[in-house]
């Protein structure tokens, strides 16, 4: 089945050491979104991509980068992990812009 | 986009119809109503969307109201997989709406068996 796949499902970093999460899609979709989701609260957009066009959200942390090495994979690179990021990571796709968006399961991060 | 306003939590008894409000009273005439849900630790799910029509899939129906200030996500037959977190979203189309959502609270539906 075509989906959208999160690695890992946890992840365990300490403050401060950088830590990379993937996403991968079988979808072929042209765009791919990263959303935080804290405790208890709604996904927030943290930027996207539309093909190779970058779209970073005015508010997203300069700790946080992301790299689309190509269309079926995005990583999302947190720098310097502070204890504030520990959140759920989501990763969605949508095949045109402003389209219905499917999502992985989410990449539980903890910083320790 | 629009911003919504949805109840904080319902409940509803497993076999029975759920329905689901959203007030979105500052829509544009470009902009569609989209629902998503999310049950617990999983990622959020596509359900229904609509513009201006009433709108029904596998998974639900959805009621627009004739001045497009209101709207209604309908589930027939609730069962107890469809306790979660229900979104109303606005947003326009491809050719103008924000890329990515706005998430707001969302509506906490549980199921009762």
């Known amino acids: 089945d075509a989906m959208v796949i999160q690695n890992p499902r946890y992840q365990v970093t300490q403050f401060g050491k950088p830590v990379t999460l993937s996403c991968s899609q079988t979808?072929?979709?042209?765009?791919m979104y990263w959303y935080q989701q804290k405790s208890s609260q709604a996904p927030k957009l943290l930027f996207h991509y539309y093909d190779k066009d970058f779209n970073n959200e005015a508010d997203t942390p300069d700790n946080f980068q992301s790299r689309r090495p190509n269309t079926s994979f995005c990583f999302l690179d947190i720098r310097s992990p502070g204890l504030g990021d520990a959140a759920m990571y989501l990763c969605a796709t949508s095949r045109v812009r402003a389209g219905e968006e499917y999502f992985g399961p989410g990449t539980r991060l903890t910083v320790l | 986009d629009a911003k919504t306003t949805q109840p904080p939590s319902m409940d509803c008894a497993e076999g029975r119809a759920a329905n689901l409000p959203c007030n979105h009273s500052?829509?544009?005439?470009?902009?569609?109503v989209y629902w998503y849900r999310q049950i617990h630790s999983q990622g959020p799910q596509y359900i229904i969307h609509?513009?201006?029509n009433n709108e029904t899939n596998e998974m639900a129906s959805l009621i627009i109201t004739e001045d497009r200030k209101s709207s209604t996500l309908i589930l027939p037959h609730a069962t107890l997989r469809d306790t979660a977190v229900y979104y109303c979203?606005?947003?326009?189309?491809?050719?103008?709406?924000?890329?990515?959502?706005?998430f707001g609270k969302g509506t906490h539906l549980i199921i009762q068996p």
């Open positions: 500052t829509i544009s005439g470009n902009e569609y």
């Open positions: 979203i606005v947003r326009g189309d491809s050719g103008g709406g924000a890329d990515g959502l706005t």
């Open positions: 979808l072929n979709h042209n765009v």
């Open positions: 609509g513009l201006k």
